[in-house]
Nanobody, 126 residues
Framework: VQLQASGGGLVQAGGSLRLSCAASGGTLSTYTMAWFRQAPGKERDFVAAIRWSGGNTVYASSVKGRFTISRDNAKPSIYLQMNSLKPEDTAIYYC????????????????????WGQGTLVTVSS
């Protein structure tokens, strides 16, 4: 499976961005998809995840209520709608895919994912 992330950019605090991740080369019906992010000098952190079948979602507490993860079966792609952005949201955002339907408690763990996109930079100015 190949993942291509896009949609990053520069936005002012309080603004919105929508990230996209196009998937190709596999059948996603059993997959779990996710967004992670890595700020300069920090470790990669979980942002949000979604099961392709069923649409169950999990969010990091830092983004809950501001970010929404969704999927489009026809594309196939996942999206991350980011609202009320804060300077601390500045990071490179990576999409990831796991070949299996992860249990909810594992959806936020990076080692459970098999494929990673190249990342897209989001910069939020204060």
């Amino acid at each position: 499976v190949q993942l291509q992330a896009s949609g990053g950019g520069l936005v002012q605090a309080g603004g919105s961005l929508r990230l996209s991740c196009a998937a190709s080369g596999g059948t996603l019906s059993t997959y779990t998809m996710a967004w992670f992010r890595q700020a300069p000098g920090k470790e990669r952190d979980f942002v949000a995840a979604i099961r392709w079948s069923g649409g169950n979602t999990v969010y990091a507490s830092s983004v809950k209520g501001r970010f929404t993860i969704s999927r489009d079966n026809a594309k196939p792609s996942i999206y991350l709608q980011m609202n009320s952005l804060k300077p601390e949201d500045t990071a490179i955002y990576y999409c990831a895919a796991a070949r299996k339907r992860l249990i909810l408690t594992m959806m936020s763990i990076s080692r459970g994912y098999d494929y990673w996109g190249q990342g897209t930079l989001v910069t939020v100015s204060s």
